[in-house]
C-alpha cells in the first residue's frame, strides 16, 4: 500500500471563521458566502482553511471554494481566485481527474510567476509536486517540491509545514530517506506548535510508513506508540489507511493475531467515518489475509481475499484487484497448489500489464493537459509521443504502427522505392514463462527489444505489437536485403547471452517478412502477408526466417 500524505477523517467538525460572514462549517454542509459582505481578508481567511483542512474532508471542500472563486472573479480578486482555483485543483485530483489537476496547477503557476505572487508559486509547485507524484515522475516531484519549500519562506507556518509535508514524501519517493527525515521533523515541530492534531497524525503515520518500509522495528513501533497518544489524546480516530500501517507493523514483527484486532473497526464498520477512500477497506482486506496466511490459517485468508476480490469488483478497483490474485497465487502456493497459483499469478500478470499500459496512458494525456501552454508545446509533442510507446520494452506499440504504416507505405509508392516488413515472433516462449515465471519472461522481452533495436535502426521501425510478437518495418529494403537484415536478427537473438536468465532454455525467433514493391497495398494486407510467413517459419521448425514465394 502506498504511503498517503493526506489527514484523517473530520469527526468533531473544524470551524472556518469570517469576521465578515456567519461561521461556515467545514462538516459537509453547504456554504453559503455572501457576495454582498465578503471582503478580501474574509475571502482570504476562508481559502487559508481550506487549504489547511482539504485533505481531511475535500468533499465539503469543493462547494466553498467554488463558491469563493466566483466571488473574487466577479471582485477582480486575481491572487484570490487563483487561491480558490488551486484549492479545486486539489479536490479534483483526489477525485481522480489527474489530468485536471495538472492544468490547473500549471496554469495558475505561470500566473504566479509573471506576477511575482510568492504564495501562489509556493502552493501551484507544491499542487504540480502532488500531480507529478500521482503520475509516478519522482524526479519532476522532488524539483517541484523542492521549489514549493523555496518559495514557501514567508508564508504562514502552517501552510509551509503543509509543504515540507510533500517535500518530504517525495523524497522518500526518490530514495533520500534521511533527507525525508528531516523535512517530517520540521514539519512535526510546525504542527505541534499549533496543536494540531490532524497535522501531526499526517507526519507520523508517513514516517511509520517509512520505518514499515525500511523494517526499522524499533523507530515503527515509537511512531506507532505517539499515533496513538494523539488519538487518546485529542480523540480523532484513526482511519482505515492510518490503522493499516499499525497492522503492517505488526505483521512485520510477527504479530500475525494482532492485524486483525488493529483493523476491527474497519472491518465491522464497513463504511462508516473510517473508511475515508474507496480503496481503504479492500486494502485492508489484503493486510488481514497476508497475517492470515503467515499465521497458517488458510481457509481464513481465503475467505478474506474472496471478500477483497468482490469488493474490487464492485468499486472498479482494478489495481488492488491485481494484488488480490498476486496474494492468492502466494496463498495457494504456500499449500502446495502449484497449479492454481500458476493461474492466479497469470491472471495478476495479465492485469498488471493491462494497468501498466492504462497507466501510461493517463499520464500521457495527463501531461498533454498541463503542457498545452505556449511555453511548453515542444514537451507536450514528447509526451503525445508517450501513449504510443510499450510500457515494458519501450519500443513502439500497435497503436503507433496503425498510425505510422499507412505514412510509410504512402512515401515508398511516392518514392518508386520498396517497403518490407516481418513479424517476429518467440519461439516457446510460453515455456519460459510457465518454467521461470512471468518476471523472467518480462526480462526476456526487454532484451529482446534491446537486441533488435541494435540491428535494426533507423530510419527502420520496431515495435512489439502482442504479447512474444514484434514487428519490423524495412522502408526501401528489397526481398533480398530485408531477408538479410532478419537473418541478422535470428542470429543475433539466438547468440545473446541468455544462460544468465533462462539456464538451460534457449531463446529463438521465428520471423516472416514480406516484400511490397509496387502497386497499391494497405497495412493490414502487408502485415497479413508476414503473418502467413511467419506461420509457415513455425510450422516449418521455428528458428528460422520465411520470406515470400
Known amino acids: ?73 466577479r471582485n477582480g480578486w486575481t491572487a484570490l481566485a487563483m487561491r480558490a482555483r488551486l484549492v479545486l485543483g486539489d479536490v479534483l485530483g483526489r477525485e481522480g481527474d489527474v489530468a485536471e489537476q495538472g492544468r490547473i496547477a500549471k496554469a495558475v503557476n505561470l500566473w504566479a510567476e509573471r506576477n511575482h505572487d510568492s504564495y501562489l508559486l509556493a502552493r501551484s509547485h507544491r499542487l504540480l509536486a502532488i500531480f507529478f507524484r500521482r503520475l509516478g515522475d519522482a524526479a519532476e516531484a522532488l524539483a517541484q517540491a523542492v521549489q514549493s519549500v523555496e518559495h514557501a519562506g514567508g508564508l504562514p507556518p502552517r501552510i509551509r509545514g503543509s509543504n515540507l509535508v510533500t517535500l518530504a514524501l517525495v523524497l522518500d519517493l526518490n530514495g533520500s530517506f534521511d533527507e525525508a527525515a528531516r523535512r517530517f521533523a520540521e514539519a512535526l515541530e510546525i504542527a505541534t506548535a499549533h496543536d494540531d492534531p490532524y497535522a501531526i497524525l499526517t507526519v507520523l503515520n508517513n514516517m511509520a510508513f517509512t520505518a514499515y518500509e525500511n523494517e526499522d522495528e524499533q523507530a515503527a513501533l515509537d511512531l506507532v506508540r505517539r499515533m496513538r497518544a494523539i488519538e487518546d489524546r485529542y480523540g480523532v480516530p484513526l482511519d482505515g489507511l492510518y490503522l493499516d500501517t499499525i497492522a503492517r507493523i505488526s505483521m512485520m514483527l510477527g504479530r500475525y493475531a494482532e492485524v486483525e484486532t488493529i483493523l476491527e473497526p474497519v472491518l465491522r464498520d464497513r463504511t462508516g467515518p473510517l473508511v475515508t477512500e474507496g480503496d481503504a477497506l479492500p486494502e485492508c482486506l489484503l493486510t488481514v489475509a497476508e497475517a492470515q496466511r503467515l499465521a497458517g490459517h488458510p481457509e481464513r485468508a481465503r475467505a478474506t481475499l474472496d471478500d477483497a476480490g468482490q469488493l474490487c469488483a464492485e468499486r472498479g478497483l482494478a489495481a488492488v484487484a491485481a494484488r488480490v490474485h498476486e496474494a492468492r497465487a502466494e496463498l495457494h502456493a504456500a499449500v502446495g497448489d502449484f497449479q492454481v497459483a500458476f493461474e492466479e499469478y497469470r491472471l495478476f500478470h495479465a492485469e498488471t500489464e493491462a494497468l501498466r499500459s492504462a497507466q501510461r496512458e493517463m499520464r500521457a494525456r495527463a501531461l498533454h493537459a498541463v503542457f498545452e501552454t505556449s511555453e511548453a508545446r515542444r514537451a507536450s509533442e514528447h509526451f503525445r509521443q508517450m501513449a504510443l510507446r510499450d510500457a515494458l520494452t519501450g519500443l513502439w506499440n500497435r497503436r503507433y504502427v496503425d498510425e505510422r504504416l499507412p505514412v510509410l507505405i504512402a512515401e515508398a509508392a511516392e518514392r518508386g522505392l520498396p517497403l518490407s516488413g516481418a513479424q517476429v515472433d518467440l519461439d516457446f516462449f510460453k515455456k519460459i514463462n510457465d518454467t521461470l515465471s512471468h518476471a523472467v519472461g518480462d526480462q526476456v522481452l526487454q532484451q529482446v527489444a534491446t537486441v533488435l533495436g541494435q540491428v535494426v535502426g533507423e530510419p527502420q521501425l520496431v515495435a512489439r505489437i502482442g504479447g512474444e510478437e514484434f514487428l519490423l518495418v524495412l522502408p526501401g529494403a528489397d526481398a533480398a536485403a530485408a531477408v538479410a537484415r532478419c537473418e541478422a536478427v535470428a542470429e543475433a537473438v539466438r547468440r545473446h547471452p541468455w544462460h544468465t536468465l533462462t539456464g538451460s532454455l534457449p531463446v529463438t525467433t521465428s520471423i516472416g517478412v514480406t516484400t511490397h514493391a509496387g502497386g497499391p497495398v494497405t497495412g493490414s494486407a502487408l502485415l497479413s502477408a508476414a503473418d502467413r510467413n511467419l506461420y509457415e517459419a513455425k510450422r516449418g521448425g521455428r528458428d528460422r526466417v520465411i520470406a515470400d514465394h
Do not use: W
Open 1 to 73: 500500500m502506498l504511503k498517503t500524505g493526506r489527514g484523517v477523517p473530520n469527526a468533531t467538525g473544524v470551524s472556518v471563521v469570517s469576521p465578515a460572514a456567519d461561521p461556515v462549517c467545514f462538516d459537509g454542509t453547504p456554504v453559503a458566502l455572501d457576495p454582498d459582505r465578503s471582503t478580501p481578508e474574509s475571502l482570504a481567511e476562508l481559502l487559508y482553511q481550506l487549504e489547511l483542512h482539504t485533505a481531511q474532508d475535500f468533499r465539503a471542500a469543493a462547494g466553498p471554494a467554488a463558491q469563493a472563486e466566483r466571488i473574487a472573479g
